[in-house]
């Protein structure tokens, strides 16, 4: 089976604009989940969805936004982007969600200049 | 305790067990507890988890005591290998809190 996927891997973007991460779980998990991480404040729950539905959500602000397809899929959107949103940006699938056991995948380095 | 907190680093020789403690504010007896173990470059990578006084796999062992004021995982015989840094992550409130540890960097020497 294959893992999760998250594209691209890294990405550089100016303070002010918005990014699009992607994240493709491993096939047939109905959770993905999304998290960030940074040296200072470690990993942070951002939010996590279920079949299209967001479940649950982290103490982010509103620029931080995602949606899961149909096929599982999951997108992560960060608007108006800020230098402290530069991060490992990391996605994990998995059957039950949260309260089960999640895989995660390799993440994403979005560095904000 | 407002934050979930974890020794930030162990050393430890091959062979021996390794306990770590992840100390959080005290959960109810049906919230989870979960270990990860992240290598450099790498997503974390599930070892464990469990709500109940103790529960064991084939790698580890996680012991929840009586307060449930803090969970610890127990390594067994560490390898080399398990040279990582381990979150603990914290769900409660009816999973709706989710709270990763501080993390803790295992560095087992030969």
């Known amino acids: 089976k294959a893992g999760v996927t998250q594209t691209p891997r890294y990405l550089i973007k100016t303070r002010g604009q918005q990014v699009t991460l992607s994240c493709s779980p491993i096939?047939?998990?109905?959770?993905v989940s999304w998290y960030q991480q940074t040296p200072g404040q470690g990993l942070q729950f951002l939010f996590e969805?279920?079949?299209?539905?967001?479940?649950n959500k982290g103490n982010f602000p509103g620029r931080f936004s995602g949606r899961q397809f149909s096929n599982s899929r999951s997108e992560m959107n960060v608007s108006t982007l800020e230098l402290g949103d530069s991060a490992l940006y990391l996605c994990?699938?998995?059957?039950?969600?949260?309260?089960?056991?999640?895989?995660f995948g390799p993440g994403t380095r979005l560095t904000v200049t | 305790l407002a934050k979930t907190t974890q020794p930030i680093s162990m050393d430890s020789y091959e062979g021996q067990e390794v306990n770590i403690t992840c100390s959080h504010n005290?959960?109810?007896?049906?919230?989870?507890i979960t270990w990860y173990q992240q290598f450099p470059s790498q997503g974390p990578r599930f070892i464990i988890q469990g709500y109940k006084t103790k529960v064991t796999n084939e790698v580890a062992s996680l012991f929840i005591p009586a307060d449930r004021k803090s969970s610890t995982l127990s390594l067994p015989r560490v390898s080399l290998s398990d040279t990582a840094v381990y979150y603990c992550?914290?769900?409660?409130?009816?999973?709706?809190?989710?709270?990763f540890g501080t993390g803790t960097k295992l560095q087992v020497i030969p």
């Open positions: 096939s047939g998990h109905r959770s």
């Open positions: 992550l914290v769900l409660s409130g009816g999973y709706q809190k989710v709270t």
């Open positions: 969805y279920f079949s299209e539905t967001q479940r």
């Open positions: 994990a699938s998995g059957n039950q969600g949260l309260a089960g056991e999640q895989y």
């Open positions: 005290n959960i109810a007896t049906n919230d989870y």
